[in-house]
């Protein structure tokens, strides 16, 4: 079993930062893409940011130049540094991991976490 554990959610005022983490554990030969969904109220989740095994980032259109991604694969984490947050920032954001599970045969699925909570206030 493999699990993702996010940590780093809170109550933050408008403009301020936050720095969420995400931690795979289990059974986890390698990752491949690690990415930032978040859910709000009345809406679908959505993509934040998305990072591949080698670094490259892609982000969704309301946090661009904001929100940075970031990946240590020796440690199997993934983190996402918010600044300049704004109230419609807010909402539970969750981690999402390709985790390859076998080499032989090649299988690989993707899990989620539990979701951390951000609120930003006005």
């Known amino acids: 079993q493999v699990q993702l554990v996010e940590s780093g959610g809170g109550l933050v005022q408008a403009g301020g930062s936050l720095r969420l983490a995400c931690a795979a554990s289990?059974?986890?030969?390698?990752?491949?893409?690690m990415d930032w969904y978040r859910q709000t109220p009345g809406k679908q989740r959505e993509l934040v940011a998305g990072?591949?095994?080698?670094?490259?980032?892609n982000y969704g259109d309301s946090v661009k130049g904001r929100f940075t991604i970031s990946r240590d694969n020796a440690k199997n984490m993934v983190y996402l540094q918010m600044n300049s947050l704004k109230p419609e920032d807010t909402g539970v954001y969750y981690c999402?991991?390709?985790?390859?599970?076998?080499?032989?045969?090649?299988?690989?699925?993707?899990?989620w976490g539990q979701g951390t909570q951000v609120t930003v206030s006005s």
């Open positions: 999402s991991a390709q985790v390859i599970i076998t080499r032989i045969p090649y299988f690989e699925r993707r899990y």
């Open positions: 289990g059974s986890v030969i390698s990752i491949n893409d």
């Open positions: 990072i591949t095994t080698g670094g490259s980032t």
